[in-house]
């Protein structure tokens, strides 16, 4: 595994496991539990998470699947935007802590910008990392100009990572925002690395898979990997998807390869919105 710095100096990994759609669906269940622990005992100990996934049902998995070994994984929450107010993130982030079974969530994020004041949600954040009830706070989809906002607050500063959509097909952030966190050594965790699994069937991915003996998923995550800086977090539901992942990390893509994929998913020439899915 490899590691990037959050920063307070403390090392994540820097391929972690999503759970979206996990902990819906019964005849899954097994499957999704085998997926996290067989993450979690490879290294890739950050698992992505929040209220919104299944109306809690991810959360509630990964509660059960971890049990005992609940220190061995870095967990990252999320508060809806509406629930974001003074009060309702300390009831949203027990909540969630309930259907997790642990007393503390490792990084908790605002799911996106919404209506509610961020000053009183940074206010909440404080409160709950004074009662210890969360180690970090961040942001998720928060575009370039949400983040100078943010900084512009009291105790902005302290944001601890921006989660945003990232793969080939959504280069947009490579224009300003990407760069913008680089040079405030801020941690991007791309989400969607697979853009949902619709890239997989993409000729230059397949192409360069056959060259390498290797899968398009392998190729597209290797990708967001590339500079071991960005943390990126695909979503597998088996533990053979989560193995096919990590294995990813030993791809060596090299600068012709990252032309290649340049030529067919090209970088952005100007600002474009920030995309969410
Ligand atoms: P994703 O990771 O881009 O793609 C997930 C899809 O890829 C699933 O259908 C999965 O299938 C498939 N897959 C995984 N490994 C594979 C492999 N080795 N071979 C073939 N297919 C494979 O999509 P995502 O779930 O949208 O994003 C990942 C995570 O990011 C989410 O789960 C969530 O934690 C986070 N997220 C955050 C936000 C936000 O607003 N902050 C938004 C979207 C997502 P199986 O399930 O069958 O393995």
Known sequence: M????????????????????????????QDERDALLSAVDNGMTLIDTAEMYGDGAAEELIGQALGGRRT?????????????????????CENSLRRLATDYIDMYLLHWPGAVPLEETLEAFD??????????????????????????????????????????????????????????????????????????GDPELLRLAAEYAATPAQIALRWVLRDDATIALPKAGTPGHVRELQSALDLPLSPRDLAALDRVFPPPERKVPLEMI
């Open 127 to 200: 409160a709950l990392l004074r009662a210890g009830k969360i180690r970090y706070w961040g942001v998720s989809n928060f575009d370039t100009a949400d983040m100078e906002e943010l900084l512009a607050l009291r105790g902005g500063t302290a944001v601890a990572a921006n989660q945003v959509l990232y793969n080939l097909a959504r280069r947009g952030i490579e224009f300003d925002l990407l760069p913008w966190c680089r040079r405030r050594t801020l941690p991007v965790m791309a989400y969607s690395p697979l853009e949902q699994g619709r890239l997989l």
């Open 72 to 92: 061995d994984a870095f967990i990252v929450s999320k508060v809806l935007p509406h629930h974001a107010t003074r009060r309702g993130t300390v009831a949203a």
């Open 2 to 29: 490899r590691y990037t710095e959050l920063p307070s100096g403390e090392h994540v990994p820097v391929l972690g496991l999503g759970t979206w759609h996990m902990g819906e669906r019964p005849e899954k269940r």
